[in-house]
């Protein structure tokens, strides 16, 4: 059997570019980066040569489409110092003003004087690594696809054997029915789309690596100020299993009775029910538990501002800001209109890869399937998040708002296959009060107490009632109490 000799790989400088490709870049060889103008192609070019500059490698930089100005100024705007870069600001001779003849110099002879500009640059420079930007400008002065191709081939024998890694950038002017991609060693698209309201959605993808185990299929990315992020996709098999400890209990006795024994590790807990049934308060009471036992617990709100957050668990007696100054609850916002699903996972992942989270709340779903209503696999990746979730033996709660309160209540998408254990939420009017019930419909790890339980939300947190024999309608959504006000929540007990 032959040995498997794995390539020399050499770092982007996007260090989660470099997880996707599974260590970075084949080293000495040609690739291309080919997307749309503002996909990002100019800024990611940069920063792999900046990453070269800090590794005291020679780094050279061929630019046809802009000034070096402009690509300088490009970069300060991200706070990027490219002082050890070679710019060189290649102007064929056909578009200088000054050498315009009436009779023009033949394409090839053209192209060809253009590429052995580029390598007598390369000759005396000795770069490690290269950008030309962009192959683009070089097919407009072939005028044919043939010539093209023979002066690019030209240009990779020249590279080939030389301890240079080079990338190649096209704008997809020209659609050369992949000629362009078979001449290279590996090929990164780049793409982006525009959504109805709301901030645009940059993906990409290695659509060619040759001799790598990479990442395959489309990966978010986001261009910030001073940063590149990639948002590498999530397969859940790549991480083992991990699931240990006691159930999470709720520090409510009631509650944790109905449920058995408490949430077990490695499971998905989803909370149903209208608007202000509760969901976000429950959620909250086992993140603090996952807190006071020592573990770290991170809460991710779609829907709520932090004042509120902090605001509505202090009148619950449900403070999170001891456990948020203590580190051991995390609290993010996640904005729908902003950001894209792959962005969402890798927060989630920061948080239980780097900070070991053992309790983790998505509060809510509904605003999780609107940070990109027309993707078609959030389902799959929200899938495929739990799997992942689980597998590391995280208590996961998802909270479901239904859509009206009561009446024609109405689940606005059926997850309830993704959870293991499921508690309804509704709201009843008895003894002329507008009043909570609780019940656990599923539970796949144990038993459970099947009963219709009142709860309460006060200054002393959850408090959950005896069973309510005399409750019915809960699932029509229209529930109606027929019995005695004695077997509910006294309203003295609450301060």
């Given amino acids: 059997m032959v040995e498997v000799v794995p390539l020399p790989l050499v770092l982007t400088g996007i260090p989660e570019l470099d997880f996707v490709l599974r260590g970075g870049l084949p080293k000495y060889r040609l690739h291309l980066i080919e997307g749309a ?117 030209s240009l990779k024998r020249f590279l080939q054997g030389r301890c240079i890694t080079t990338i190649l950038l096209d704008d997809l002017r020209f659609n050369d029915d992949g000629e362009l991609q078979s001449l290279v060693h590996g090929v990164i698209s780049l793409s982006s789309s525009e959504r109805d309201y709301g901030a645009g959605r940059r993906r990409l993808r290695i659509a060619k690596m040759r001799g790598t185990n990479l990442m395959s299929g489309w990966h978010d990315y986001a261009l910030v100020t001073g940063e590149v992020l990639v948002f590498p996709s999530l397969i859940a098999n790549d991480h083992t299993s991990d699931v240990r400890g006691a159930p999470l209990r709720s520090g409510s006795p009631g509650l944790d009775e109905i449920l058995g024994s408490g949430l077990d590790r490695g499971t998905t807990t989803m909370l149903i029910g209208p608007s202000g049934a509760g969901k976000s308060s429950l959620a909250l009471s086992y993140a603090l538990a996952g807190a006071r036992n020592g573990e770290h617990a991170a809460y991710f709100s779609f829907d709520e501002a932090y004042e509120i957050f902090v605001r509505r668990g202090q009148s619950l007696g449900l403070d999170p800001q001891p456990a948020l100054a203590s580190g051991q609850l995390a609290w993010q916002r996640m904005n729908p209109s902003r950001i894209s699903p792959g962005e969402f996972v890798w927060a989630v992942r920061r948080e239980v890869e780097d900070k070991n989270a053992r309790v983790v709340v998505i509060d809510s779903i509904n605003s999780y399937l609107s940070t990109m209503p027309e993707e078609r696999s959030l389902i799959a990746q929200l899938h495929e998040l739990l799997t992942y979730l689980n597998r590391r033996g995280v208590v996961t709660l ?62 002393h947190g959850v408090e959950i009632g005896r069973p309510l024999r005399d409750l019915h309608g809960i699932f029509s959504g229209v529930p109606t109490y027929s019995g005695s006000p004695d077997n509910l929540i006294d309203d003295s007990s609450v301060a």
């Fill in 398 to 459: 998802l909270l479901l708002a239904q859509q009206g309160v009561l009446g024609d209540v109405e689940n606005p998408v059926d997850l309830s296959f993704l959870s293991d254990t499921v508690l309804l939420l509704r709201f009843f009017e008895a003894a002329g009060q507008l009043r909570r019930a609780v019940t656990v419909i599923k539970r796949r790890t144990g038993a459970h107490d099947t009963a219709i339980h009142e709860f309460r939300l006060s200054g």
């Fill in 37 to 153: 103008p503002g996909t990002g192609k100019t800024t990611i070019a940069l920063r792999f040569l900046i990453d070269g500059v800090r590794n005291q490698e020679s780094c050279l930089y061929v630019t046809f489409s802009e000034s070096t100005d402009e690509l300088v100024s490009a970069a300060r705007t991200h706070g990027w110092d490219v002082g050890g870069i070679d710019f060189f600001e290649l102007v064929p001779d056909e578009a200088q003003a000054a050498q315009q003849q009436t009779v023009l110099l033949p394409a090839e002879i053209e192209l060809d004087k253009t590429v052995q500009r580029i390598i007598a640059r390369i000759e005396a420079t000795h770069p490690d690594r290269i950008v030309i930007d962009s192959v683009s400008e070089l097919r407009l002065l072939a005028h044919d696809p043939f010539i093209y191709r023979r002066q690019l081939s």
